[in-house]
């Protein structure tokens, strides 16, 4: 679950990122954040992973208190909250299968399991024929399954995926969608920042929208499907 009450972010600049957030994500749901660019999406995530904490409120994820959580402590949290970030940061001078390779190399599993594990995820997110390849030599497409792929690592209960059809065709879009909506139906939250309305629009989730740092909506737009039927 993950749990944020009256959670504001303040910049030194004096900017206001974020402002008095409160919502609650149980787990296995697929939730939208939408809004314009600059509205405080990128930072609602950074919030998340510890990347920064609060100005105020308080953010748990299932038992940890994020914002008191012990900085020995971060690399645990990160295990199990997944990140696709919008630029990828993969690797450049590493093939695929080693981009995924690095967070298991840096958390001490051992290298039989690690390497097994790397081939299962690029199987799952439908990549194993590039996993010798280089970064440049893929399409975007490929790229943002290979990011989801190291996201997954170390199978978090939460994915975090920001605007991960950003830069995509309206066919590849949908690709990367459904391999969400798999992840999510094995069992792990997530968590997608999109401007892509029509996406949103057919998909029929919740959905968050932030503007100006603040939470305007909170729709669950499944129930109310439900309802008008």
Same mark, same amino acid.
């Given at each position: 679950?993950?749990?944020?009450e009256?959670?504001?972010?303040?910049?030194?600049? =004096?900017n206001?990122?974020?402002?008095? #957030?409160?919502?609650?994500?149980?787990?296995g749901?697929? /939730?939208?954040?939408?809004?314009?660019?600059?509205?405080?999406?990128?930072?609602l995530f950074?919030?998340?992973?510890?990347?920064?904490?609060?100005?105020s =409120?308080?953010?748990?994820?299932?038992?940890?208190?994020?914002?008191?959580?012990?900085k020995?402590?971060?690399?645990?949290l990160?295990r199990n909250? &997944? /990140?696709v970030?919008?630029?990828?940061?993969?690797?450049?001078?590493?093939?695929?299968?080693e981009n995924?390779?690095?967070?298991?190399?840096l &958390?001490?599993?051992?290298?039989?399991?690690?390497?097994?594990? /790397?081939?299962d995820?690029?199987?799952?997110?439908?990549?194993?024929?590039?996993?010798?390849?280089?970064p440049?030599?893929?399409?975007g497409?490929e790229?943002?399954?290979?990011?989801?792929?190291?996201a997954?690592?170390f199978?978090?209960?939460?994915l975090?995926?920001?605007?991960?059809? =950003?830069n995509l065709?309206?066919?590849?879009?949908?690709?990367?969608?459904?391999?969400?909506?798999d #992840?999510?139906?094995a =069992?792990?939250t #997530?968590?997608m920042?999109?401007?892509?309305?029509? #996406?949103?629009?057919?998909?029929?989730?919740?959905?968050?929208?932030?503007?100006? &740092?603040?939470?305007v909506?909170?729709?669950q737009?499944?129930?109310?499907?439900k309802?008008?039927?």
């Amino acid at each position: 679950m993950i749990k944020l009450e009256n959670v504001t972010k303040n910049y030194l600049t =004096g900017n206001t990122a974020l402002e008095d #957030i409160s919502f609650t994500i149980h787990p296995g749901e697929f /939730v939208f954040v939408v809004g314009p660019s600059g509205s405080g999406k990128t930072t609602l995530f950074r919030l998340l992973i510890r990347q920064m904490i609060p100005s105020s =409120g308080t953010i748990h994820i299932g038992n940890w208190d994020i914002v008191n959580l012990p900085k020995n402590k971060i690399p645990h949290l990160r295990r199990n909250v &997944g /990140v696709v970030f919008q630029d990828l940061k993969l690797l450049r001078d590493r093939t695929i299968f080693e981009n995924v390779l690095f967070p298991l190399e840096l &958390g001490d599993m051992a290298q039989d399991e690690a390497t097994k594990r /790397v081939e299962d995820i690029l199987q799952q997110v439908g990549i194993v024929e590039h996993r010798d390849k280089f970064p440049v030599q893929l399409s975007g497409g490929e790229l943002q399954r290979a990011a989801i792929a190291r996201a997954l690592a170390f199978s978090p209960q939460i994915l975090l995926a920001d605007e991960p059809t =950003g830069n995509l065709d309206n066919a590849t879009s949908w690709e990367i969608v459904k391999l969400l909506q798999d #992840i999510n139906a094995a =069992g792990t939250t #997530i968590l997608m920042a999109t401007h892509n309305t029509d #996406i949103v629009n057919s998909l029929m989730k919740r959905v968050l929208t932030i503007e100006k &740092g603040k939470l305007v909506k909170d729709e669950q737009r499944e129930k109310k499907k439900k309802e008008s039927k």
